[in-house]
């Protein structure tokens, strides 16, 4: 089993590039990867800091 743990900072007024990135990039993960368990995602509430 492999974890990734991936914080950043996010430019501001980039937000919701960072949500449709984000969901793009589960999106494309669970199509190509069939035995993903769980992918998730946070947007701090500053829309400046996030874990992926």
Do not use: R
Not at 5 to 29: R, V
Not at 35 to 44: C, M, N, P, Q, R
């Amino acid at each position: 089993m492999v974890f990734y743990h991936i914080e950043f900072s996010i430019i501001d007024g980039m937000a919701d590039a960072f949500k449709a990135m984000a969901d793009d990039f589960i999106d494309t993960t669970y199509s190509n990867e069939p035995d993903t368990v769980k992918h998730e995602w946070y947007l701090g509430d500053d829309d400046k800091h996030a874990v992926l």
